[in-house]
């Protein structure tokens, strides 16, 4: 979800800045990188070794929670998304959530954008009991697939992820995989994806065997009164 469906990410990196800063410790580029696809507790865990933080891993990840809850609910829509999602749904294609988000974030981001979120058959984030172990262990996407009523083989499932820990879960898990990583990260750490895109706009769905994208007049402004009203 973070990075792929939301552009989360520049919401996270202000909200670590934020906290670093108000112990008077930098939040260095360096580190940017390290903190995609991680869940709130291993960002934690990581910034608070690696900038030496004068608080407790607990306390970081409070802060960072009590900030979420203010500033995740107006994280923009990554280009493309609303477009692949709306024109998955309009043929019946079945979606899931599947993040190594906390519950709780989801319920903040279908909160803000119900339409949206309301398109995903059902939703999967790293606190549900049935995932014990969150990315880059396949359990989030093998739990997604299973709660589909057709239940389809892994083989048949597409993912697509913006983090190198969100490629090799998926890849784990036996599916195909479409990375749209930052323009920062090393290309090694694209290599297992199945296919590399620059965003979600250059995505073509016939590749997989998905119906094509029809881009007319009507469906545009379909999706423009539905970002309008959202």
Request: aromatic content about 6%.
């Amino acid at each position: 979800m973070d990075g792929t469906v939301l552009d989360t990410e520049i919401t996270y990196h202000k909200m670590i800045k934020q906290i670093c800063e108000k112990h008077n410790k930098k939040y260095p580029k360096e580190l940017q990188l390290k903190v995609y696809g991680l869940t709130d507790r291993e960002l934690s865990v990581l910034v608070v070794n690696e900038v030496k933080m004068p608080i407790s891993v607990d306390e970081f990840e409070r802060q960072l929670n009590d900030l979420a809850q203010k500033m995740l609910p107006s994280a923009p829509l990554q280009k493309g998304a609303e477009r692949l999602l709306t024109h998955l749904h309009d043929y019946k294609i079945p979606m899931a959530l599947a993040t190594n988000s906390m519950e709780q974030a989801v319920r903040l981001h279908a909160t803000a954008r119900p339409k949206l979120f309301g398109l995903f058959h059902h939703k999967v984030s790293v606190t549900d009991p049935e995932v014990f172990r969150g990315k880059p262990n396949p359990d989030i996407f093998l739990v997604a697939a299973s709660r589909f009523p057709d239940k389809p083989s892994p083989r048949q499932c597409l993912v697509f992820e913006d983090s190198a820990v969100g490629v090799q879960s998926a890849k784990e898990a036996g599916m195909q995989v479409v990375m749209i990583p930052d323009a920062r990260m090393d290309r090694e750490h694209t290599r297992h994806a199945t296919l590399v895109i620059r965003s979600l706009l250059d995505f073509k769905p016939e590749l997989f065997g998905l119906p094509p994208f029809d881009d007319g007049p009507r469906t545009m402004k379909r999706i423009e009164d539905n970002e309008a009203h959202e």
